[in-house]
């Protein structure tokens, strides 16, 4: 079994509302010292085969198709054994 | 500047329906080899300060406050420089 962790970042040109709104509510609690807050996801995908490099290259395409939309977020994903 | 990459994940007990949903779209996609997917958020804050001490503790204070809801969820991060 290999575990494949994802991170799917919206790329640095895109606005992120949904960061922006952390931003202002974390001043509004009095922490003044936060410049920036950008959120993504975190997907972590468990798939059923030893190979790591037919892996690499399934995970990959799951990316592209589906879990990733590449024209506004970029991904990175390390693979593991477990 | 401190950069500090927070992830939050559903606990283990905790359905993921978001994951579950992933999961058979995948499948109808024909990844049969996908065992399971569970779907968390990935938060970069930069904050405006250079001691790592104090930027531990007012990290870990905002993710108790308001990043994270702790009756379900769990949190680790990572501070650097940028």
New interface residues.
Partial sequence: ?ILAKI???LKASVLDPQGSA?TK??HA?G?D?????????????????TDKKVAEE?IT??CE???VNTVIETYTFVLSEV
């Fill in positions: 079994m991170h799917v970042t952390v509510s974390l609690l922490y010292e936060v410049e920036d807050v950008r959120i993504g996801k975190f997907l972590e995908v468990k798939v059923n085969t399934r395409e799951m198709k589906l879990l």
